[in-house]
């Protein structure tokens, strides 16, 4: 037993408490002075220093006064599956109206990758967003770094599917795809948007670009399913684009959101 | 939780008395003065009231509060600093201090937390304060247990460093260790 373990212990354990410890935990604190501090240092947290009788008093009336039964929230995997179905349905809509004319023109193994990582991608924000409605989810990937890593692997994906080629009209071509996808993607973060609003959304900068970016890629999965070009600049920029801009409409969004929520309670005060 | 759900005219006051006092501890250790924590500490129950409905029977219920008090204490900060910046100070008063003596040579653990980073000092709050699980805590962050063990790890080494500065300063004024700790 040396300090490290003891750390180890402390992080595990929810007291510091020497007498509950382990007995090999207290062996050491008898030899180690360095520890024998540590630990007392942080036994200083469990001194109580309660609010005043008349705050908790206030905090009980208040309460009490608009308590209404409430149905608790339904279990994630509910969510998750219609965050799932809305972005389906609307790539469905979206293929239908536009047509599915890059499924012709890619190998199989470019059609198989390029959905299935659109697809594990709009299933990590769907996962994630079932979980940011209720405070207090397990969360596989931090919420505030999953947008990045999405946008940063889907391009990394698309680099390495697609060849550099040069388009002849980069511009008219892009705009024609940009004006395609986003209206399918202003479509799905409408039942997004009121999905999420069923919830408690903590951080509305944080869950805005990832609802945004879920948007935004059913834009990019009709293009990548519509669109013939094969070009890798005219994916990243355009099809991988509206997604990004999805984020970051939904970033800006998200910073509204809470800046209205802060004047708000701003002037209640 | 589930009865406060219910409606449970008992439920209010079973919980506020049982949770605020470590939500208050949880607030002052964030480097809040008294008057911000108890300010704090009502918005944080008005939230927790507006999203009861979030909580799902049969979970954990402190990841859950302490996911909506750090929300509550960072919007708090935010919005103090946007009043602060648009204030002029005309002086600084000292503030009084709750208790006369402190009961040992150590400083109060908010004093001993304070010059850690804001995030290791959140997670060492929790685990110490809140009694929460390092699970808990990821769960309370948004985070992964591995990278709140990291936290808390960086967390632990520089409270010892700091506590090597500070003991030995007081050895130097002459009173034995025993003295001080009888411990364990």
Same mark, same amino acid.
């Given at each position: 037993?040396?300090?490290?373990?003891?750390?180890?212990?402390?992080?595990?354990?929810?007291?510091?408490?020497?007498?509950?410890?382990?007995?090999?935990?207290?062996? %050491?604190?008898? !030899?180690?002075?360095?520890?024998?501090?540590?630990?007392?240092?942080?036994?200083?947290?469990?001194?109580?220093?309660?609010?005043?009788?008349?705050?908790?008093?206030?905090? +009980?009336?208040?309460?009490?006064? +608009?308590?209404?039964?409430?149905?608790?929230?339904?279990?994630?995997? @509910?969510?998750?599956?219609?965050f799932a179905a809305i972005f389906v349905l609307t790539v469905a809509a979206g293929v239908y109206r536009l047509?599915?004319?890059?499924?012709?023109?890619?190998?199989?193994?470019?059609?198989?990758?390029?959905?299935?990582?659109l697809g !594990?991608s709009a299933?990590?924000l769907a @996962?994630?967003l079932?979980?940011?409605?209720?405070?207090?989810?397990? %969360?596989?990937?931090?919420?505030?770094?999953?947008p990045?890593?999405v946008i940063?692997?889907l391009?990394?994906?698309?680099?390495?599917?697609? +060849?550099?080629?040069?388009?002849?009209?980069?511009?008219?071509?892009g705009w024609a795809c940009l004006r395609a996808g986003t209206p399918f993607g202003l479509l799905a973060a409408v039942p997004f948007w009121l999905l999420l609003?069923?919830?408690?959304?903590?951080?509305?900068?944080?869950t805005g670009a990832a609802v945004g970016l879920l948007s935004g890629l059913v834009g990019t999965s009709a293009l990548e399913i519509h669109c013939?070009?094969?070009?890798?600049?005219?994916i990243l920029m355009w099809h991988l684009g509206i997604a990004f801009l999805g984020a970051v409409i939904g970033l800006a969004a998200g910073?509204?959101?809470?800046?209205?929520?802060? %004047?708000?309670?701003? !002037?209640?005060? | 939780?589930?009865?406060?759900?219910?409606?449970?005219?008992?439920?209010?006051?079973?919980?506020?008395?049982?949770?605020?006092?470590?939500?208050?501890?949880?607030?002052?250790?964030?480097?809040?003065?008294?008057?911000?924590?108890?300010?704090?500490?009502?918005?944080?129950?008005?939230?927790?009231?507006? =999203?009861?409905?979030?909580?799902?029977?049969?979970?954990?219920?402190?990841?859950?509060?302490?996911?909506?008090?750090?929300?509550?204490?960072?919007?708090?900060?935010?919005?103090?600093?946007?009043?602060?910046?648009?204030?002029?100070?005309?002086?600084?008063?000292?503030?009084?201090?709750?208790?006369?003596?402190?009961?040992?040579?150590?400083?109060?653990?908010?004093?001993?937390?304070?010059?850690?980073?804001?995030?290791?000092?959140? =997670?060492?709050?929790?685990?110490?304060?809140?009694?929460?699980?390092?699970?808990?805590?990821?769960?309370?962050?948004?985070?992964?247990?591995?990278?709140?063990?990291?936290?808390?790890?960086?967390?632990?080494?520089?409270?010892?460093?700091?506590?090597?500065?500070?003991?030995?300063?007081?050895?130097?004024?002459?009173?034995?260790?025993?003295?001080?700790?009888?411990?364990?």
């Amino acid at each position: 037993m040396d300090c490290r373990d003891l750390e180890g212990t402390l992080f595990e354990r929810k007291t510091s408490v020497p007498s509950e410890l382990p007995a090999q935990i207290q062996e %050491h604190l008898l !030899a180690c002075d360095h520890c024998r501090d540590f630990v007392r240092a942080l036994n200083l947290a469990v001194d109580e220093d309660s609010p005043s009788p008349e705050i908790l008093r206030q905090i +009980e009336r208040t309460l009490s006064v +608009e308590l209404r039964p409430v149905r608790p929230l339904a279990p994630a995997r @509910y969510f998750f599956a219609a965050f799932a179905a809305i972005f389906v349905l609307t790539v469905a809509a979206g293929v239908y109206r536009l047509g599915a004319f890059a499924m012709s023109v890619m190998s199989s193994a470019q059609s198989i990758a390029t959905l299935g990582a659109l697809g !594990a991608s709009a299933g990590l924000l769907a @996962y994630s967003l079932a979980h940011q409605m209720a405070p207090g989810n397990r %969360h596989r990937v931090p919420p505030k770094l999953l947008p990045a890593m999405v946008i940063g692997l889907l391009a990394l994906v698309m680099a390495g599917l697609f +060849e550099f080629q040069h388009e002849i009209d980069f511009w008219g071509g892009g705009w024609a795809c940009l004006r395609a996808g986003t209206p399918f993607g202003l479509l799905a973060a409408v039942p997004f948007w009121l999905l999420l609003r069923q919830g408690a959304i903590l951080s509305p900068r944080v869950t805005g670009a990832a609802v945004g970016l879920l948007s935004g890629l059913v834009g990019t999965s009709a293009l990548e399913i519509h669109c013939p070009i094969l070009d890798a600049s005219h994916i990243l920029m355009w099809h991988l684009g509206i997604a990004f801009l999805g984020a970051v409409i939904g970033l800006a969004a998200g910073f509204a959101g809470e800046a209205a929520q802060r %004047h708000l309670l701003s !002037a209640q005060q | 939780m589930e009865r406060y759900q219910q409606a449970d005219p008992e439920a209010p006051a079973t919980l506020v008395r049982a949770l605020s006092p470590a939500l208050l501890r949880f607030f002052k250790s964030q480097v809040a003065s008294r008057q911000q924590a108890d300010d704090l500490l009502q918005e944080t129950w008005l939230r927790i009231h507006r =999203v009861r409905h979030t909580y799902r029977p049969g979970e954990p219920v402190l990841p859950w509060i302490y996911a909506i008090a750090r929300r509550v204490r960072v919007d708090g900060y935010r919005r103090t600093r946007r009043i602060t910046a648009h204030e002029t100070t005309v002086g600084t008063l000292p503030e009084p201090r709750l208790r006369a003596e402190p009961r040992s040579h150590l400083p109060e653990f908010e004093t001993l937390i304070a010059p850690l980073p804001e995030a290791q000092r959140e =997670v060492v709050t929790m685990l110490k304060v809140g009694g929460l699980s390092l699970e808990e805590v990821a769960c309370a962050t948004s985070s992964t247990a591995g990278a709140v063990k990291q936290k808390a790890h960086r967390a632990y080494h520089r409270l010892r460093q700091l506590l090597q500065h500070h003991v030995p300063q007081h050895n130097a004024e002459g009173r034995s260790r025993e003295e001080i700790h009888g411990l364990p």
